[in-house]
């Protein structure tokens, strides 16, 4: 456990939980993944197809790192990289 909350969010556990986030995100897909009310909040922005794919993959791998490295604190890659699969993964449904 980091001796500070904050320490968790170090360059590395963030950026092995968007990978991970990110791996669960392409293995899954944007057709069949769906982030519970992520799409009615992007409704309201008005984008173009491209743009609103891109925008939710962007606040899905986000919340992803937000939530997993505040929940399990990783202090390796490989706990960084099943936070982003098993939070992202509570937020989404198939």
Request: net charge positive.
């Amino acid at each position: 456990m980091a001796s500070s909350y904050f320490e968790a969010f170090s360059i590395s556990n963030v950026l092995f939980t968007a990978i991970g986030a990110s791996v669960y995100w392409g293995i899954n897909g944007r057709s069949k993944l769906r982030a519970y009310l992520l799409r009615e909040v992007i409704d309201w922005l008005d984008l173009n197809p491209t743009a609103r794919a891109a925008t939710e993959f962007v606040i899905f791998v986000v919340l992803g790192c937000l939530v997993g490295i505040a929940v399990t604190q990783p202090i390796s890659a490989t706990q960084a990289i099943t936070a982003g699969f098993g939070w992202t993964g509570l937020f989404a449904r198939r």
